[in-house]
């Protein structure tokens, strides 16, 4: 008779390790939510390996709609969140006891990129908002305090508000409320190879700005500074992410999010622009010409649909497709074309450079790209996640561009820079001529329209004038209004003309003229009114030049403000105080009623003419209620 005693006993073992497996608790795998957390034995901080928790619309109100099935609908099975479930809150349910004598605190933390969490006790199945309390530190925006009284046990929910970037990770953790501040310095400390090595690469990238905007003000190659823009976008972009690592604020999320893209995909189009003009695609090479110009547009577009998409819509599928999928895939795919294009004419030596610099790019490219869509292989051979492989193709692709660069420029780099400043100087030479010739032009038509008001209307005006006070001496008493109004307009129209033909004169341009003119005009207007006038001018005045426009609005910014003093501040006392250093101050001050700055309707559009005038020549206004109105104009010189 056939033994079967081994095959029995195998089948035996079989059984009894099936058996085994299905009898290990979940919670002897890590800690479940189905059980109750003994937070004495939570000395620090504990990570819940396996939340019980699912995902909900973001309309949902806990406090009113919260049932236990809940929690079964939309399980939440990983720790990495779907892009479909990216706009979701997370609801989580859990259990905490404190056998202790005392009240203990702890605080919940959900993980990254959580912009919000909101935390509940049930009593009789309804849930009970907790405050919302965080610590104190600049990064706390996900962690929420709670306490549990002695000798109690509690039902605690947590409503999670998600940030919309596909590097959401839920993993849940109670801190110790005196130990968080370490907790967060220790979450932090992570990935130390990743930081250094990105703080490196940032390195040389800044010395690549440098060196780009070096080449750009020395030859003055507009590809230059196009390489240097994208150099600092692409610095900025990777320098934020370890600057910003493991930090719960709305500045790292705001980065992640959205700005971390945007920077990446401006980059790229000054990269483009920089190889239309490095290579001078245009003349030289009009397909490769045509897929960067399609480039820069296609990014363009993708920047705005990216913006409307994160800001306008909660489709975050949609946005992260096209992130991920649509605009890197095409990024990858004209690199791909660029490369059969360089292999089609490998005859020429710079774009041989450029082939095996954009070959190592789009190698490292696409094993970054591989991390993204979680490939478990590439963790083994680059531990320190996906940003390093994309640093070392962009390393690679920098060296190879070098060396391109001092091909290009070895023998055409000096002999341009002297023609383009011998160039530069013949034009800056002929400008300058052209600018004194239009200046000197200039100059002798205001002196000569000048003279030509003086002597002519001048004349005439002032002939007017004489008429109308030998009409007024003849006609003695009974003198007609109408005389009275053409003495007065011919006065007016000739101390205003006066004025015109003072500011034109090239010989007036100047500080000291300008000063003088306007004590003069300032004691002469006041002169047999009720205001005691008082000027303090400067022992010393620079001679400076200054133009006949900006004498001009100076002196009508002084002429209205006199104005203004004589008719609405009832003033018996007004001082000016002028300064002449690197500026020209003029302060008006008067003992008057002072000026209403809420209803400043009765000076009509004088005011606004000031500032418009003064704001016209680069010049500053001020006007203010101090013990009567006090006036400040200021002009750099």
């Known amino acids: 008779m056939r033994k079967t005693y081994p095959l029995f006993s195998f089948h035996g073992l079989a059984v009894l390790i099936f058996v085994l497996i299905m009898l290990i608790s979940p919670s002897t795998l890590g800690q479940s939510t189905d059980s109750i957390i003994n937070l004495n034995e939570v000395a620090t901080q504990k990570l819940i390996s396996k939340p019980r928790a699912c995902f909900i619309s973001r309309d949902f109100k806990v406090a009113g709609e919260y049932s236990p099935e809940e929690l079964l609908k939309r399980p939440v099975k990983s720790i990495g969140i779907a892009p479909e479930n990216v706009t979701k809150k997370i609801l989580m349910y859990f259990r905490v006891a404190n056998p202790k004598d005392s009240i203990v605190k702890y605080y919940f933390f959900p993980g990254m990129y959580f912009s919000d969490t909101r935390l509940y006790k049930i009593k009789t199945g309804k849930p009970i ?42 993993r849940p953790r109670l801190i110790n409320e005196l130990y968080v501040h370490a907790a967060i310095i220790e979450l932090q400390g992570t990935r130390k190879q990743e930081i250094l090595f990105t703080y490196i690469f940032c390195g040389l990238l800044l010395m690549m700005v440098l060196f780009s905007l070096a080449n750009f003000f020395q030859g003055g190659s507009r590809e230059f500074l196009y390489y240097a823009a994208y150099a600092f976008f692409l610095g900025a972009m990777l320098f934020t992410k370890p600057y910003y690592h493991f930090r719960s604020n709305f500045h790292n999320f705001f980065f992640e999010a959205y700005l971390d893209f945007i920077f990446q995909c401006i980059g790229i189009c000054f990269y483009m622009a920089f190889m239309i ?5 245009k003349k030289n090479y009009p397909f490769l010409h045509r897929l960067y110009v399609g480039g820069i547009i296609g990014l363009s577009a993708v920047m705005i649909l990216y913006t409307w998409l994160h800001y306008g819509s909660d489709n975050y599928f949609i946005e992260y497709s096209l992130e991920n999928y649509i605009t ?30 954009n070959f190592f790019y789009l190698l490292f490219s696409i094993i970054s790209l591989l991390f993204i869509w979680d490939i478990p292989l590439l963790k083994t051979i680059f531990p320190y996640g996906a940003l390093i492989p994309y640093e070392l193709g962009l390393l690679i692709e920098l060296i190879f561009f070098l060396m391109g660069l001092t ?73 007609p209004v109408e005389i009275e109004k053409i ?9 205003k003309m006066n004025a015109i033909i003072w500011s034109m004169n090239s010989e007036n341009d100047s500080v000291d003229n300008l000063v003088s003119y306007i004590r003069s005009y300032t004691i002469e207007y006041l002169d047999g009114t009720p205001i005691n006038c008082k000027i303090n001018t400067p022992g010393f005045i620079p ?3 200054l133009s006949g426009d900006k004498r001009r609005n100076i002196f009508l910014c002084i002429k209205e403000t006199l104005n203004n003093v004589l008719k609405h501040s009832n003033a018996t006392e007004m001082k000016m105080d002028i300064e002449v250093n690197d500026k020209l101050r003029i302060i008006i001050a008067d003992n008057g009623v002072g000026i209403d700055l809420e209803n400043i309707r009765r000076f009509g559009n004088g005011l606004k003419n000031i500032e418009k005038r003064i704001k016209s020549i680069g010049g500053y206004y001020n006007i203010r209620n101090e013990g009567g109105t006090i006036s400040r104009f200021e002009l750099p010189l």
């Not at 109690?152 to 508000?161: K, Q, S």
């Not at 003495?487 to 101390?495: I, K, R």
């Open 129 to 170: 908002a907790f405050p919302v309390i965080a610590p104190n530190h600049k990064d706390n925006v996900s962690f929420r305090l709670f306490e549990v009284p002695p000798h109690d046990t509690l039902e605690m929910l947590a409503e999670i508000f998600q940030v919309k970037t596909y590097t959401n990770t839920f």
């Open 277 to 281: 003009l490095f290579l001078e695609s």
């Open 328 to 357: 890197k895939g095409i990024l990858l795919l004209m690199v791909i074309i660029f490369l059969i294009y360089a292999v089609n004419n490998w005859q020429n030596k710079l774009l041989r450079y450029l082939f095996w610099g």
């Open 407 to 479: 091909y290009k420029n070895r023998k055409q780099i000096i002999e341009q820079t002297r023609e383009g400043e011998r160039l530069r100087m013949e034009n800056d030479r002929k400008e300058l001529e052209k600018q004194m010739a239009v200046f000197a032009a200039h100059q002798e038509e205001r002196d000569r329209i000048s003279t030509d008001m003086h002597d002519e209307l001048g004349s005439g005006v002032t002939t007017i004038r004489l008429m109308s006070e030998i009409a007024k001496n003849k006609m003695k008493g009974n003198i």
């Open 487 to 495: 003495s007065a307009s011919a006065n007016d129209l000739l101390n």
């Open 543 to 545: 001679d400076k030049e």
